[in-house]
Nanobody, 123 residues
Framework: QVQLVESGGGLVQAGGSLRLSCAASGRTFSSYAGGWFRQVPGKEREFVAGINRRSNTYYSDSVKGRFTVSRDNAENTMYLQMTALKPEDTAVYYC?????????????????WGQGTQVTVSS
């Protein structure tokens, strides 16, 4: 399995931007599709964005037009650029990888997970 480490979380005001990074090691990330999920206490982990091996992307309705997922296979890294942030975007954000071709939107679709990074958006 590939090992994943997220970074880039923090505190930002509403309307601001953050870029999350997900560094992969152990296996070549280009062989995997990637996804970003988020979770708040007491709620299920929810899909945010995904990218397949060809860099096709898919987003949840709640972030479409504001977030952009990308990958740099040479750097073994996946990114989540978040703009126009809202207080309801506050959550722990997780990156994930799956060995299948397509973009999974369910937690069980993914084989490997990072430890999570906190994003807090103040109003």
């Amino acid at each position: 399995q590939v090992q994943l480490v997220e970074s880039g979380g923090g505190l930002v005001q509403a309307g601001g931007s953050l870029r999350l990074s997900c560094a992969a090691s152990g296996r070549t990330f280009s062989s995997y599709a990637g996804g970003w999920f988020r979770q708040v206490p007491g709620k299920e982990r929810e899909f945010v964005a995904g990218i397949n091996r060809r860099s096709n992307t898919y987003y949840s309705d709640s972030v479409k037009g504001r977030f952009t997922v990308s990958r740099d296979n040479a750097e073994n890294t996946m990114y989540l650029q978040m703009t126009a942030l809202k207080p309801e975007d506050t959550a722990v954000y997780y990156c994930a990888a799956r060995s299948g071709r397509g973009i999974g939107t369910l937690r069980d679709d993914y084989d490997s997970w990072g430890q999570g990074t906190q994003v807090t958006v103040s109003s």
